[in-house]
């Protein structure tokens, strides 16, 4: 974990102050604390932010900072800095304990101070698409757009969509010639394709999905049985129907694969439940020769003592 002296924010509404940091490098859910966050407009692209836009703050009553939980998206085209000395990127953050409308477009330099670790972490991979739609047939055009969207982290209003031709994604996006290639291919054949796509997003589009887990019970197979199972209550897709049954968490996971399992995982983590613990019997000890002789002589002078009514 890293960790900063805090330092005091300008007077300037355009600058940005180091409060703390907490960041791992290896997890895109690494924390990281900056003072102070910049707002932009929805569905305003990056490149087009003003970067004299009024600093957002949201103050509570121990202190200013704000922390980093992701980086979303990194901007198609570069800015000035704050400064107005270089060009350099923006990125797309969401703060720690905010949803998808309080994100905001930072720039690179601010976010350095303290994030350095997410961002440069961000940056040694492709950038996450989704393509969206497409037109036209010489060159085909493709709506892109740029941005993270997980089981775990929620689509921002503000990731940027573009139409762009495959060349376009290559050049503008930073995208290999394969990564363009498979996704486009894997569009065509099911109408959505994405690189760090929301994996729910992708299977609300099949004909058969799970909707909802409305509740659940627990129970014993057998009497006898140390394990507990789990009937789920679960509204589904089925094509045009809407159906609602009760299925096992393996029934579940035949039914609708990896979105299956993980929306079982998710609705356990969210309503509070943990794995029940297995009650075990304790095996008896393996005992030696020399004890196994030793307690058979014991035993036969037991029935010894019995026949002479000692």
């Not at 003072?35 to 932009?40: A, E, G, K, M």
């Not at 350099?88 to 101070?113: F, I």
């Not at 290559?170 to 363009?180: A, D």
Request: hydrophobic share 30%; glycine share 6%; with cysteine.
């Amino acid at each position: 974990m890293l960790h900063a002296t805090r330092m005091s924010t300008s007077s300037s509404t355009s600058s940005r102050g180091l409060a703390s940091s907490e960041a791992e490098s290896s997890s895109s859910s690494s924390r990281t604390s900056i003072s102070s966050r910049r707002s932009s407009r929805k569905h305003v692209r990056a490149s087009e932010v003003n970067n004299d836009a009024i600093a957002k703050r949201r103050k509570t009553r121990h202190s200013d900072v704000y922390v980093v939980s992701h980086i979303l998206a990194r901007s198609l085209e570069k800015g000035w800095s704050t400064d107005g000395r270089i060009l350099e990127h923006q990125y797309l953050v969401r703060w720690e304990g905010y949803g998808p409308d309080d994100d905001t477009w930072e720039m690179r330099s601010g976010l350095m101070q303290g994030a350095a670790e997410l961002v440069n972490a961000f940056d040694s991979k492709e950038h996450p698409f989704t393509i969206i739609d497409s037109r036209g047939l010489r060159p085909p055009t493709f709506l892109v757009r740029y941005g993270v969207q997980t089981f775990t982290v929620k689509s921002s209003p503000l990731y940027e969509e573009v139409w762009q031709t495959p060349a376009q994604m290559r050049s503008r996006g930073g995208l290999s010639t394969e990564t363009v290639r498979l996704a486009i291919s894997e569009f065509q054949q099911g109408g959505w394709s994405g690189r760090a796509a929301s994996p729910r997003e992708i299977q609300l589009q099949k004909d058969r999905c799970i909707l909802a887990i409305l509740e659940r019970k627990d129970f014993r197979p057998k009497a006898t049985s140390a394990r507990f199972m789990q009937d789920y209550r679960i509204r589904w897709r089925d094509r045009r129907q809407i159906r609602e049954e009760w299925r096992t968490k393996i029934e579940i996971a035949n039914m609708f694969g990896e979105d299956g399992r993980e929306f079982v995982r998710e609705w356990n983590e969210s309503n509070g439940y943990k794995p029940k613990p297995v009650s075990t019997i304790e095996a008896p000890p393996v005992l030696s020769e020399y004890e196994l002789e030793r307690k058979r002589n014991i035993e036969a002078n037991k029935e010894l003592m019995k026949t002479l009514g000692l």
